[in-house]
């Protein structure tokens, strides 16, 4: 596709529920992260996929939140038993990575999913 | 860990006027980028700093990278209703392992007036 896509773009869910966030990065492209955005706030990292390495998983707030990359490509961010403070717009992102050289490329962000834990 | 701020937190201008935001990481950095977030958007890439005290413009912004590669800062010349938004600077350190990882800063959101 021509930019990064998300799914859904929007998520109402009831606490204690789990849910999966969908993410399609731009073809070709090495690297993605994943990062929640609260209202009015800034971006926290949450996890960041190269390759075939190891993901950095250093951002993930708790172990409610996993996520995973198949085939280098599509990656799924789950929530289990979601809580009111897991509500914010999760934004993924992808670049080329280390394709790019050795001063690191700019990330193309999709349209984010907005969860809503009520 | 890294932490990036910014300053100010918030900026309301006049049409016209200029605009500032600085960025201070607590550790040195390889490169500096900054995403321009409109409201209601996602984060769209500016440009890139790699060099010790690098400046580049792109029209009315002005980027610079600071000498120690730990602070930037963008200037916006003669605002305009379109330079409404929220301003990130974001910098990774792929010398000490992290890749291309980016850790963003705390943003600075500029309103425009008429």
């Known amino acids: 596709g021509a930019g990064v896509s998300q799914s859904p773009s929007n998520k109402v869910t009831e606490k204690g529920k789990d849910v999966e966030l969908r993410c399609d990065p731009i073809?070709?492209?090495?690297?993605l992260y994943w990062y929640r955005q609260s209202l009015g706030q800034g971006l926290e990292f949450l996890i960041y996929?190269?390759?075939?390495?190891?993901?950095?998983k250093s951002g993930l707030p708790s172990d409610r939140f996993s996520a995973e990359r198949t085939g280098g490509s599509v990656s799924t961010l789950t929530i289990q038993r979601t809580q009111q403070e897991d509500s914010a717009v999760y934004l993924c992102?992808?670049?080329?990575?280390f394709g790019a050289g050795e001063f690191g490329d700019e990330q193309f962000f999709g349209p984010g999913t907005r969860l809503t834990v009520l | 860990g890294q932490q990036v701020m910014q300053i100010p937190q918030y900026q309301h201008v006049q049409e016209g006027e200029d605009f500032t935001t600085y960025c201070n990481s607590s550790t040195t950095l390889s490169n500096i980028q900054w995403y321009k977030q409109r409201p209601g958007g996602h984060p769209v890439f500016l440009i890139q700093l790699v060099k010790s005290g690098e400046v580049k413009k792109q029209k009315r912004l002005t980027f610079q990278f600071g000498e120690a590669k730990k602070n930037s800062s963008l200037h916006i010349t003669a605002t305009q209703t379109t330079d409404v938004g929220t301003y990130f600077c974001?910098?990774?350190?792929?010398?000490?392992?992290?890749?291309?990882?980016?850790?963003f800063g705390t943003g600075t959101q500029l309103k425009v007036e008429l």
């Open positions: 996929f190269q390759g075939n390495s190891a993901p950095d």
């Open positions: 073809s070709g492209h090495t690297a």
């Open positions: 974001a910098g990774s350190n792929i010398l000490t392992g992290g890749g291309n990882k980016l850790t």
């Open positions: 992102a992808s670049s080329l990575g």
